[in-house]
């Protein structure tokens, strides 16, 4: 009767009693946003109810204590402490001491605001698998996705720290996380690729391009022997130009490919050229400090995909299989 009598009614809580949810998926919080968030509930009100769960604790003398867990609604609960409000709208679930439980309500209530990032959301339904025992269709079935969305997703986690703080942070899309996972088994490939999408601000399209280079010089480096001494020069161009070079050799001479996004970067290629100059990639990352220091905020690499190609990518089966490109 208590559950049906809480319902989906809204309760007027007390901030102080709401503990957080040990179970929540959410991790990254931004200061900036918070206080944004916590201005316009001072305009407008609080539109959107927490959900939390009531537990009643017996007290030694016989009363009882009321307190409250959070389930979703970490954001506005913070954002509302901000402001110092004593109160916040709630909805009250049935309790549950089941960890397996309290875990699915905080990542599908979260998933419904669209409130977690890649990560987060890669992490919590890696939590549901690997602690909890269940499989893919299961979390799908329970989230209202396709077996494969769910596999994808879970899929980011095989990327590195570093790219996965940046996944996070929003300074790359979760669409250039497709060409990133296809260089799983080329880790050096990877990170030179990371490092040119967050470092020359590249497209979704323009590191799938990219990637289709490495996969077309993979296939034809597997087909026949390699001078090694032109590899050699490869890296040692690309160093020098700070960009992607590729060498092919022919029987008589060759062609020498550099690649470039931007006028700029033809710009600095000439300069180099003329200059006799090696490129120090330092240069790039002091320029981005010294931007982020005098408060000129990074702009994040474009996904430049169609939404019906985005929406495509969500239930494809092997995101991140080289065979899902072609060479």
Not at 106 to 135: T, Y
Not at 271 to 277: A, G, H, K, T
Request: proline share 4%; charged share 35%; hydrophobic share 35%.
């Amino acid at each position: 009767m208590v559950s049906q009598f809480f319902g989906d009614s809204i309760f007027w809580i007390e901030t102080h009693k709401i503990r957080p949810n040990p179970y929540q998926p959410r991790r990254e919080f931004d200061e900036a946003g918070l206080r944004d968030l916590a201005e316009s509930i001072r305009m407008y009100g609080l539109l959107q109810p927490l959900t939390v769960t009531r537990t009643e604790i017996s007290k030694e003398d016989g009363g009882l204590v009321v307190e409250y867990e959070l389930i979703s609604g970490e954001r506005r609960l913070r954002a509302s402490k901000l402001l110092g409000l004593q109160h916040v709208p709630a909805i009250i679930r049935a309790n549950s001491d089941d960890a397996r439980v309290k875990l699915e309500l905080a990542i599908i209530e979260n998933l419904q605001r669209e409130d977690l990032n890649p990560v987060e959301r890669a992490r919590s339904f890696n939590q549901l698998v690997e602690e909890f025992g269940l499989k893919h269709i299961q979390i799908a079935q329970k989230i209202g996705k396709s077996r494969e969305y769910v596999s994808n997703c879970i899929r980011l986690l095989m990327l590195s720290s570093e790219i996965l703080d940046s996944l996070s942070a929003g300074k790359i899309s979760e669409g250039h996380a497709r060409p990133l996972m296809m260089l799983a088994d080329r880790p050096e490939e990877q990170v030179t690729l990371f490092k040119e999408i967050t470092f020359k601000r590249l497209t979704v399209r323009e590191t799938e391009m990219i990637a289709r280079k490495i996969a077309v010089e993979r296939a034809r480096k597997k087909e026949r022997s390699f001078d090694p001494t032109i590899l050699e020069m490869e890296q040692k161009l690309s160093e020098t130009f700070g960009t992607r070079v590729s060498i092919e050799q022919k029987q008589k001479g060759g062609k020498i490919t550099i690649d470039f996004f931007t006028p700029e970067d033809l710009k600095t290629i000439l300069d180099i050229v003329q200059s006799n100059r090696r490129i120090d990639p330092r240069e790039v990352l002091e320029k981005n400090m010294t931007n982020e220091i005098a408060g000129i905020p990074p702009i994040a690499p474009l996904d430049d995909r169609s939404r019906e190609e985005k929406k495509e990518d969500e239930n494809t089966e092997d995101l991140y299989s080289i065979k899902n490109f072609s060479i």
